[in-house]
T-cell receptor, first 115, second 109 residues
């Protein structure tokens, strides 16, 4: 148990569906991340929210839309996804201090299948 | 070429063997993470280090900043150590995190 909780654990959706992934942490962290892990590829950073502001977006398609209503919760809203978006989506959190980001804590991930 | 390279990609060893996984990076970093990912996806952060050596149980991580190289060692390996081990570099210039592709470790009983 890392203290970072993701739901749902598994999700199957059609290309026309709209769904949301949820991430929650009560570790007192002030930075939260969405990562995508596709088969045989390194982890890809999708979004970072630091102090509740989005500070990085690595040209992720607009069909992925993050939301961070407060420092403990992070959502990833999905709409009109493509089959190639099928992957493991991981949430992580850490603390941002004056000297940079501290150790990452990961959730268990949501295994997404797009049909 | 990825800015963070791990070797080997795959490693199979017998229970009890001493395991070494290597990570080399080409960017200036403020720290390096070693992560463990079990089948099913869950990731655990093992170490974060910026210099020297850290030890936790049977796991040891070392880093050489001048050579831009880090190693993760497992002593007296056990089948439950079977997992993917990932190194991740925290880049100085912009606080980005760059991940290696991971090393898949399989320990045979």
């Amino acid at each position: 148990e890392t203290g970072v909780t993701q739901t749902p654990r598994h999700l199957v959706m059609g290309m026309t569906n709209k769904k949301s992934l949820k991430c929650e942490q009560h570790l007192g962290h002030n930075a939260m991340y969405w990562y995508k892990q596709s088969a045989k590829k390194p982890l890809e950073l999708m979004f970072v929210y630091s102090l509740e502001e989005r500070v990085e977006n690595n040209s992720v398609p607009s069909r992925f839309s993050p939301e961070c209503p407060n420092s403990s919760h992070l959502f990833l809203h999905l709409h009109t996804l493509q089959p190639e978006d099928s992957a493991l989506y991981l949430c992580a959190s850490s603390r941002l201090t004056g000297t940079g980001y501290e150790k990452l804590f990961f959730g268990s991930g949501t295994q997404l299948s797009v049909l | 070429k990825n800015e963070v390279e791990q070797s080997p990609q795959n490693l199979t060893a017998q229970e009890g063997e001493f395991i070494t996984i290597n990570c080399s990076y080409s960017v200036g970093i403020s720290a390096l993470h070693w992560l463990q990912q079990h089948p099913g996806g869950g990731i655990v952060s093992l170490f974060m280090l910026s210099s020297g050596k850290k030890k936790h149980g049977r796991l040891i991580a070392t880093i050489n900043i001048q050579e831009k190289h880090s190693s993760l060692h497992i002593t007296a390996s056990h089948p439950r150590d079977s997992a993917v081990y990932i190194c991740a570099a925290l880049v100085n210039r912009d606080d980005k995190i760059i991940f290696g592709k991971g090393t898949r470790l399989h320990i045979l009983p």
